[in-house]
T-cell receptor
Framework: KAGVTQTPRYLIKTRGQQVTLSCSPISGHRSVSWYQQTPGQGLQFLFEYFSETQRNKGNFPGRFSGRQFSNSRSEMNVSTLELGDSALYLC????????????FGPGTRLTVT | AQRVTQPEKLLSVFKGAPVELKCNYSYSGSPELFWYVQYSRQRLQLLLRHISRESIKGFTADLNKGETSFHLKKPFAQEEDSAMYYCALSENYGQNFVFGPGTRLSVLP
């Protein structure tokens, strides 16, 4: 099976702009979770989507949002970008909700200037 | 609130030596605990889960609820074990998921 894919792999944006990141889970996986990874804060859980519904949410401001489509693909959106949003954004998929055994994508490296 | 701590940022051991990567957690309920590993230029991947009670690549981890610890151990380290190791906790089957800060293991020849 193909692994989790994320697009784009690298992105440079300016403060104030918005960005959309995409994640395609492993075929048959219905849960997608998003994480932010930074040197200072480490890996932080953003949210989880299952069956097109947000099931769990981490402690991030409302500028961070996401959605899931009927084919389980997920997008994450960050509006009004801040310098501190520069990070590696990881997507992980699992068969069902509950984030038990997750498979991670390669990540999207977002740089905000 | 949940919290996962890994006291060592970097741990260096010689090949063939035992290794123990420490993980402590704070959570009032019954946690689900994991170890994830990231080898150089590879994706983050699950190494083992506490409920599986299995040994993966020679690594084992025992949940000690009294000490709220989930240390990762291997009796004889190999150079290919060099990687970043993250301890993680999930509550109530996915109600939030918290990673520790990670420990970089370096196995020296």
């Amino acid at each position: 099976k193909a692994g989790v894919t994320q697009t784009p792999r690298y992105l440079i944006k300016t403060r104030g702009q918005q960005v959309t990141l995409s994640c395609s889970p492993i075929s048959g996986h219905r849960s997608v979770s998003w994480y932010q990874q930074t040197p200072g804060q480490g890996l932080q859980f953003l949210f989880e989507y299952f069956s097109e519904t947000q099931r769990n949410k981490g402690n991030f401001p409302g500028r961070f949002s996401g959605r899931q489509f009927s084919n389980s693909r997920s997008e994450m959106n960050v509006s009004t970008l801040e310098l501190g949003d520069s990070a590696l954004y990881l997507c992980a998929s699992s068969l069902m909700t509950g984030i038990l055994e997750q498979y991670f994508g390669p990540g999207t490296r977002l740089t905000v200037t | 609130a949940q919290r996962v701590t890994q006291p060592e940022k970097l741990l260096s051991v010689f090949k063939g030596a035992p290794v123990e990567l420490k993980c402590n957690y704070s959570y009032s309920g019954s946690p689900e605990l994991f170890w994830y590993v990231q080898y150089s230029r590879q994706r983050l991947q699950l190494l083992l889960r506490h409920i599986s009670r299995e040994s993966i690549k020679g690594f084992t981890a025992d949940l000690n609820k009294g000490e709220t610890s989930f240390h990762l151990k291997k009796p004889f380290a190999q150079e290919e074990d060099s990687a970043m190791y993250y301890c993680a906790l999930s509550e109530n089957y996915g109600q939030n998921f918290v990673f520790g800060p990670g420990t970089r293991l370096s196995v020296l020849p």
